[in-house]
């Protein structure tokens, strides 16, 4: 059985327009999310995030809400996977993070280890 090719949504010839107009929704979706973000800073604990346009590009979604939910539940898993072999994290005194992007899931470890990051700042 041969399959058909399937058409696309969009033709071609709109394909530009549509990615900027895609693009000035996401920095305008961005921007509009880093003004409520104080609120919801003070709510966390953190005492700073990554702006929207980084969780963004990071997470598909500029709410921090989410992207915090992710960071916690992979720290959840990073202490899962010691605890199988019988470690604590807290038994660590520092701790060097490769490859860590924005910090996310090291932000649920603050305070507990001294922490290295790859991160730029």
Do not use: Q
């Not at 399937?6 to 880093?34: E, I, N, Q």
């Not at 992207?67 to 720290?75: A, D, H, P, Q, T």
């Not at 959840?76 to 060097?96: G, K, P, S, Y």
Request: proline residues 5%.
């Amino acid at each position: 059985m041969k399959l058909r090719s399937v058409k696309p949504y969009v033709p071609k010839s709109v394909l530009p327009f549509a990615r900027s107009v895609y693009g000035a929704y996401a920095r305008v979706l961005c921007w509009y999310t880093d003004l409520r973000e104080d609120r919801h800073v003070e709510e966390t604990g953190f005492d700073r995030l990554p702006p929207a346009s980084l969780r963004y590009r990071v997470h598909g979604a500029p709410d921090a809400e989410s992207f915090l939910e992710v960071g916690k539940r992979c720290s959840e898993d990073v202490e899962a996977a010691l605890e199988r072999i019988d470690r604590n994290f807290d038994t660590f005194r520092e701790v060097l993070d490769f490859g860590c992007g924005c910090g996310r899931t090291l932000a649920w470890f603050a305070g507990r280890s001294r922490l290295y990051s790859t991160a730029r700042t």
